[in-house]
């Protein structure tokens, strides 16, 4: 897409001033946090989609809601222009690459034409009574999209839950290590929200995890050489230290890499020293001058004789086994080498207004030691929720904490106490809203009327935000989420104050995991953070 047509989608959205103040800017909050990661993974389509958004919920929508002039409404309101300011400048800079990118897509697209039009008029012509064009491998469909022209590999989220284990493992270290040597290095939280929607928070967090590995692999290097040193028969120690040794005992001012030193000419001569065998040990070949050389072996040797002791057949058992671990292991080293900007997962379902979905990974063990925790609320006939928190990684959302809000909590209820603590967390840890979780003790699984009022709010700030409900006492579960339409439109057009009362679409909300935009994925680490006071 180009910068126009990237402008049209970006303006594609519904506001409703029905909808309260705080969700709107908790949406703005999220479209920016969104544009950090999309800019450092490198999709700048993505990137310049959300700040326009983002900019043009604030400047245009937001200043108009019935709750914005209140005193803290504009104080919010006053800090998100002042975001919208800053990311001019970014906007300006992606339009020209943006554009010279979309031309080259549209040059791509014409050369592949014009290849595809000679090949017709030079190839010969089917026979009669064949059954249609055969489809060609060779000549699969044009990338509907400029990010796979672009040399980015898509992944579908059910064929690659491994991968996304993995990759979601290594980002969320990754990006917790630059948040470690962020606080360390002393930068408050205000400078850090300037240098990211200035637009120099990337190099910035890469120096800084840079900096973070560099002392990591100042320790290794260190370990290596006295090793090295014991094999030698001595020990790189300050306690120890050789008197004629010229290095420093100081290990600030050591290098991180130290040239091989030669022998004295005397240990040449005695040994002559091999790396490492295969296996990956070391090894000393000894060779002296008085012995006589080894004898040449026959050629004609004869192996099928019993000369030569053949290991015995492994187990078809083990055979197996090895064989799985040898194709779990080589299988796909390319994909788990890539980095999060090198590929991108496909959208996994569709709203029903065609918008796409980005696929949610979902550790499968998350609701077990979540109805753990209830277990004294269930008891005792109350609800309880949690919040869903995690990360965006190769257009992927991945839930990795659960947090336990302060709450208070009925028989058929459940709310959320001091907002503000909460989101000041997520806040702090870069996450992002996903969802929520919640009981229903003696109820069946279903979302109530008070349950999609509950979640209408979550999927107003992003559209694949889930509600799981727990039903313990029937040993059930489910994943759900608005339709879009009639759901959404239903909810937030809904004027009725009961606690529970019914509404006439039918289909107003569905199942987001069977099938939907949602996957398990085994293996996926979380935590659990419990905001609530001490008892």
Not at 305 to 321: F, Q, V
Request: charged share 25%; hydrophobic share 30%.
């Amino acid at each position: 897409m180009n910068v126009e047509q990237i402008v049209q989608q970006a303006e594609n959205f519904e506001y409703n001033p029905l909808i309260p103040f705080k969700h709107w800017s908790r949406s703005a909050g999220t479209l920016m946090k969104e544009a950090e990661i999309y800019e450092h993974e490198g999709n700048e389509q993505q990137t310049y989609l959300l700040l326009f958004r983002h900019a043009r919920l604030v400047l245009e929508k937001l200043p108009s809601h019935p709750e914005a002039r209140s005193r803290q409404n504009a104080a919010i309101l006053q800090h998100l222009r002042r975001d919208v300011l800053s990311n001019f400048p970014k906007l300006e800079t992606l339009k020209p690459h943006i554009n010279k990118r979309y031309d080259r897509y549209q040059q791509f697209l014409e050369s592949r034409r014009q290849a595809e039009v000679v090949k017709t008029q030079f190839s010969p012509s089917p026979p009669r009574g064949s059954a249609g064009t055969q489809h060609d491998p060779g000549h699969a469909r044009l990338p509907s999209d400029p990010t796979i022209g672009n040399g980015l590999e898509t992944l579908t989220a059910g064929e690659n839950r491994d991968l996304a284990v993995k990759l979601a493992h290594k980002e969320i270290r990754r990006r917790a290590t630059a948040r470690k040597a962020t606080r360390q290095a002393g930068i408050s939280a205000e400078e850090e929200h300037e240098r990211r929607t200035a637009g120099v928070w990337v190099d910035w967090e890469e120096a800084l995890t840079r900096k973070d590995e560099n002392i990591d692999q100042e320790a290794l290097c260190r370990q290596m050489r006295n090793v090295r040193a014991q094999l030698n028969g001595s020990r790189v120690d300050s306690r120890h230290k050789d008197p004629q040794d010229p290095r420093p005992s100081n290990p600030d001012q050591d290098s991180y890499y130290r040239y091989p030193t030669i022998a004295p000419k005397h240990a040449l001569d005695d040994t002559k020293e091999r790396p490492l065998a295969s296996d990956g040990s070391s090894v000393t070949l000894v060779e002296s001058d008085n012995d006589p050389p080894p004898q040449r072996p026959p050629k004609d040797q004869d192996l099928t004789t019993d000369t030569c002791d053949l290991p015995g057949r492994p187990a078809r058992e083990e055979t197996s086994k090895v064989d799985s671990l040898d194709r779990s292991t080589t299988a796909s080293p390319a994909k788990e080498s890539l980095k999060p900007s090198t590929f991108t997962f496909n959208p996994s379902a569709y709203l029903e207004n065609g918008t796409p979905l980005r696929t949610i990974f979902l550790p499968p063990s998350l609701r077990h030691q979540f109805l753990s925790i209830a277990m004294p609320n269930t008891r005792a006939n109350l609800e309880m929720c949690g919040i869903l928190c995690g990360t965006l990684i190769s257009s992927a959302l991945f839930i990795s904490k659960l947090v336990i809000p302060e709450q208070e909590s009925t028989s058929d209820t459940c709310e959320m106490l001091n907002e503000s603590d909460f989101f000041d967390y997520v806040d702090g840890e870069d996450l992002m809203v996903l969802g929520w979780i919640h009981t229903h003790p003696t109820q069946t699984c279903f979302m109530s009327s008070r349950d999609l009022h509950t979640h209408c709010g979550y999927q107003v700030m992003m559209p694949e935000s889930i509600a799981i409900i727990c039903a313990p006492s029937k040993g059930d579960w489910g994943v759900f989420r608005l339709t879009d339409p009639p759901g959404m439109r239903s909810i937030l057009n809904c004027t009725q104050t009961g606690l529970f009362h019914p509404h006439s679409e039918s289909n107003v909300y569905t199942d987001a995991l069977r099938p939907g935009h949602v996957y398990e994925a085994r293996g996926l680490e979380f935590e659990i953070v419990d905001l609530r006071p001490p008892a």
